[in-house]
């Protein structure tokens, strides 16, 4: 088809003419509606993102000291990622001798996972790694995401009263997030400081000996001189001095003889 006769029939069926394939012998084309193909493309690339985002990964930390009122802020959040359709990550924290009980840390989680088993599951194993104790929860199908308490009251304050309520548990699951890092930050500080300590305790140790043995082997350098001339080293002075009084000695035992 020529492409005046193609123009034309997009132009009675009130469409519009979009090349498809420039570099093909001869050139494909199709007719349509630009603008909903526009409207139509756009709209599948937000449902794909939105899909993506719904696996995304949230984290939730927490330590095996962690008080029971505190653990609860971290269920609920927990529930609100899960409901949204959000895979979790639980991470239990260790820090110093806690490291030495990992059974603290695991029940810690068990609870997490007992409280959410109604829409989750466990994903693979309880692993503890380093300082990290990790749990990963899925949804389960068909899990509906959150309905918001409403509040008997007057609208406003009700709408008012209810935001400052979810704002401020907010705040509280951040700052437990916070708490946890800036504990483990701390710990690994005070750790590294105690490494510098001691490393530096030990050169003193290294240098301290080396003196000692360079201060030992002068000395016996020193005690070898001393001792030579006692040990029989004899000039010749002297020798000569000894056989005259041996000669002066034969001498007259012969002449009283």
């Given at each position: 088809m020529?492409?005046?006769?193609?123009l034309?029939?997009a132009?009675?069926?009130?469409?519009?003419?979009?090349v498809?394939?420039p570099q093909a012998q001869?050139?494909v084309?199709r007719i349509?509606?630009?603008?909903?193909?526009?409207?139509?493309?756009?709209?599948?690339?937000?449902?794909?993102?939105k899909?993506s985002a719904s696996?995304?990964?949230?984290m939730?930390?927490?330590?095996p000291?962690t008080?029971?009122h505190d653990?609860?802020?971290?269920v609920?959040h927990?529930?609100r990622?899960?409901r949204?359709g959000?895979k979790?990550?639980?991470?239990c924290r260790?820090?110093?001798?806690e490291?030495?009980?990992?059974?603290?840390?695991?029940?810690?989680?068990?609870s997490?996972?007992?409280?959410?088993?109604?829409?989750?599951t466990?994903e693979?194993l309880i692993a503890?790694?380093g300082r990290?104790?990790?749990m990963?929860?899925?949804p389960?199908?068909g899990?509906k995401?959150?309905v918001?308490e409403?509040k008997v009251g007057?609208?406003k304050?009700?709408?008012e009263?209810a935001?400052?309520?979810?704002?401020?548990?907010?705040?509280?699951?951040q700052?437990l997030q916070?708490?946890v890092i800036?504990?483990?930050?701390g710990?690994?500080?005070?750790t590294?400081?105690?490494?510098?300590?001691a490393?530096?305790?030990?050169e003193l140790?290294?240098?301290?000996?080396a003196?000692a043995?360079?201060?030992?082997a002068s000395?016996?350098?020193?005690s070898?001189?001393?001792?030579?001339p006692?040990?029989?080293?004899?000039?010749?002075d002297?020798?000569?001095?000894d056989?005259?009084?041996q000669?002066s000695?034969?001498?007259?035992v012969?002449?009283?003889s």
């Open positions: 020529q492409t005046r006769d193609a034309d029939l132009r009675d069926r009130d469409l519009d003419l979009i498809v394939a001869p050139p084309c349509m509606d630009y603008g909903k193909f526009k409207y139509e493309k756009s709209k599948r690339e937000k449902d794909a993102h899909k696996s995304e990964m949230k939730v930390r927490l330590h000291q008080s029971e653990r609860q802020v971290l609920r927990s529930e990622f899960l949204s959000h979790v990550r639980v991470i260790f820090k110093g001798r490291n030495a009980h990992p059974e603290i840390g695991r029940a810690q989680l068990q997490v996972s007992d409280a959410l088993l109604e829409i989750c466990v693979g503890k790694q990290d104790m990790t990963n929860l899925t389960r199908p899990v995401p959150l918001k409403v007057k609208g304050n009700a709408r009263a935001e400052a309520a979810e704002a401020a548990e907010e705040a509280e699951f700052r916070q708490q800036d504990e483990v930050g710990d690994e500080a005070a590294a400081q105690d490494a510098e300590g490393g530096g305790d030990n140790i290294n240098a301290a000996v003196e043995i360079a201060a030992g000395e016996g350098v020193v070898d001189q001393t001792a030579a006692d040990e029989g080293i004899v000039s010749d002297e020798a000569i001095a056989e005259a009084v000669d000695t034969t001498a007259k012969a002449e009283s």
